[in-house]
């Protein structure tokens, strides 16, 4: 009997050893194709230095649908093709226009960019006094006497001594996205946000906000404030709580227009009908050309069908890449990806999100069951010589959510996030800060997850 | 008995769980100080912009030892110090200039610039032809027939599958440091080395080169060129092996200047004999200004002590922060550090060097036995929240290993490496590739990691 145990065993052992070591090389043959041969970056390149900020609506953002099927269409796939979604379409203007004034006549400019979204101050502007507030929480015990009439400026600071830079974020975006909402509940006349922005610079940092069921005739102007503009401002109210700050902005919302999510696909050679999507967000804010936010999931994304097929492998599943339209500012490309793939009853079985930057992968955060994440867990080992040691819990993607369901694993690509939120929506989000390596290790990682959960399928 | 153990169970769990959370709480004080009320970053915007590349025995290099001695003199530590070394002084002199003739006044212009000791060319510069090899070993096969009287072209790139870029580095670098030694053995001119850079791009890296015993006459000048202009120059000969290169450097070698290892030290309350260091190097190539070569490890060195002191933790040990003077070409610092503690038979426990970048940390690795590594093991989960990961055998650095010795712990902060050979040695290893949070999370590490070893010892 022992003899049987130990027999078993062993076999069981090589088995094991022979598909540990499979899996080894193929994750070897992922990352070695990636850092030699990679296409992410000259695609980014072209994403970023060709095109440009690929706002939604833009001419821009049409040009990278056409650049990145096209891209798809030269891959050999099995299928490209464009999923038609409507679109909000907001401009910017003329560069937006701010000063404040100790007295009258000695006036100091700040950098400031409109809130994606805000409506335009009138023509000849706003000039007001200002109340600074810690956060929306202040507004009610300062009161409509305080505020009506002010200009409300949002100043809490995103927490330096948070590790992970995106919780930070996340404690201070509220401020952004409802600030306006609720100061025009106390008769303010403006507000201004501090970037979402750790270090001290001169950029603005833009992004989506929200007038929830605000009346249009009640909306306010909104605008972020660099974070250097914010600590002059802040230190200045404190000498002189009677300066007035000036502000003019000629952002316009136009109608909804038509765009597309751009999908590329490899079919699946066993199970065709259980789909495993990787995507990024095509569009970008308009500041700078959204080479991290979010141009580097989408090449990353194309990567990953490229690399599995580079290497030779054949999915077992049918793996997609999505290139999502309209994240920032509508998610209205990864709501219409979900709803058709209801209205069709597609299978989703796996979906991988990279919206968080181009640097170098340490992990992935899953939003799944404990037994997928036990699963991932099992694979600890295949990723640690390319020094990927993150497999948490956690919130995966804004695009992919709306996929949710109980037995799918939805995951997220976290990358080394300290420099993210210094070019995050500003006009620094530009090329020349993306990393070739870093870039191309994050693609490799990507195709290696998704490679691991073709091959083994997702545990129930 | 089942009780008594039970109890004392009990006391010991609870006596770790205290000494854990105590050591939690002690780190996270660290971390929190180093984000919020770091100095590292002003120091090293300091010594990078008001007194830039620090080649040893230069103006700056002195003004770098003044400017380090009086910020640690302000700290209030227990004794600061300069200790006295003779370095050589290597200077460059005017900038290099090359260009590779494909026929008759048909020329092109390439990037270069002389490795650090090499001697300069004759005043009219050097033209010859060029034989383009993948390494020293090549040159045996090719033989003097084919080598004397021309340049040898060393164009081995560093290997971009290697994921760790100092293991790619360490692959090439031999071209770099022995490769005029060699080829002059085959009659050589002149040697050209592809810049130990994994980009493409157009700048130069200088580093340390070493004749051996070659007798002064017969050195042959040493020049790096940019990866890009190496391609150029690869490409164009294997369409024109006739080529001839040219080109013309100034530098000198002068006779050993006085300077000085900078010293601070907080002496220990339990054992003041038992000497922890943490160091990096205070000269620097002097193309670029030193910032991550190693600007950043000597202010996180320095800001180890600030930050210890800061929380209020007062060491057991004796912790001193050494900038070692001259690791660049020559490592006399090093040496002289560990000759007189030798001499005064001090007794050193512990080193830790960062001379990696100031690139988000990573880990370490240790040069220590495998009961002291394992020690580290158990302070896992302690820097985990830090996404600390790396705790691995491998080398420590150089300007510790001459103290190396079997009873004490040797170890090297390991910063994410992708982007460091970027700018190593280059004139683009500039202030601004630094990011603050990055190199302030580095010091808090390495503060962290000395806490541990100074308040639980060096285990036996």
Redesign the interface.
Known sequence: MKKIILFLLCIGLSVNGYTQNEDEKQLKEI??QA??DGKAYDWLNYLSNQIGGRLSGSLQAQEAVEYTKAQLDSLGLDRVWLQPVKVPKWVRGTPEFAYFETSPGLSTNVPICALGGSVATPLQGIKAGVVEVQGIEDLQKLGKAKIEGNIVFYNRPMD??V???FASYSGCVDQRYSGAEEAAKYGAVGIIVRSMN??LDDYPHTGSMSYGDTPVSKRIPAAAISTKGAELLSTTLKLNTEIQFYFKQNCKQFNDVDSFNVIGEIKGSEFPNEIMVVGGHLDSWDLGDGSHDDGAGCVQSMDVLRLLKATGYKPKRTIRAVLFMNEENGLRGGNKYAEVASGKKEKHVFALESDAGGF?P?GFSFDCSDENLKQVHSWKSLFE???I??FEKGYSGADIRPLKSDDMVLAGLRP?S??YF?HHHAENDTFEHV????LE?GAATMASLVYLFDKYGIVK
Chains 1, 2 share one sequence.
């Open positions: 990352y070695n850092l030699t330096p001594t590790i992970s830079t750790l270090r170098t340490r010589p390319y020094y040691h993150l080394d300290q420099r210094v990393n070739e390596r870093e290790l």
